[in-house]
């Protein structure tokens, strides 16, 4: 009997080990979630940001009811643009031959390395 008894010595620890190894990765599994959950939440933020901005020009086109607005307006709104938290963010404003204005927020956060052109926020208006 001590010879069976010689053979188990040392399992149940191993067994141990391999259900705290079992238990390891699927606490890194979870931290990789809350990770990516947190990404997703600071990405949806920053688009919700550059609609805000975007219709905050908009509203401007609407008081003047003319989607041509003054040098001075569009500068501020850049300014705004740049200190709105968006990382690395830009504002244009580009108005065609038929009045149509297209409104762009570009930025760039700094936990992602793809592109800004990835994260962009296009409006057009046009006021009859």
């Given at each position: 009997m001590t010879a069976r008894l010689q053979k188990q010595k040392g399992a149940m620890l191993l067994e141990a080990l391999l259900s705290i190894?079992?238990?390891?990765?699927?606490?890194?599994?979870?931290?990789?979630?809350?990770?990516?959950a947190t990404q997703?939440?600071?990405?949806?933020?920053?688009?919700?940001?550059?609609?805000?901005?975007?219709?905050?020009?908009?509203s401007q086109m609407w008081i003047h009811k003319k989607t041509g607005?003054?040098?001075?307006?569009?500068?501020?709104?850049?300014?705004?643009?740049?200190?709105?938290?968006?990382?690395?963010a830009i504002g244009q404003v580009e108005v065609d031959a038929n009045g149509?204005?297209?409104?762009t927020v570009q930025w760039k956060p700094p936990f992602e390395k793809e592109s800004a052109?990835?994260?962009?926020?296009?409006?057009?208006i046009a006021i009859d």
């Amino acid at each position: 009997m001590t010879a069976r008894l010689q053979k188990q010595k040392g399992a149940m620890l191993l067994e141990a080990l391999l259900s705290i190894l079992i238990f390891s990765f699927g606490i890194l599994g979870l931290v990789g979630l809350q990770v990516v959950a947190t990404q997703s939440s600071v990405s949806a933020e920053n688009r919700t940001v550059a609609a805000l901005l975007a219709n905050d020009l908009v509203s401007q086109m609407w008081i003047h009811k003319k989607t041509g607005i003054d040098a001075n307006e569009i500068s501020q709104w850049q300014a705004k643009v740049v200190n709105s938290g968006l990382g690395n963010a830009i504002g244009q404003v580009e108005v065609d031959a038929n009045g149509i204005a297209t409104i762009t927020v570009q930025w760039k956060p700094p936990f992602e390395k793809e592109s800004a052109a990835n994260n962009r926020y296009v409006t057009k208006i046009a006021i009859d």
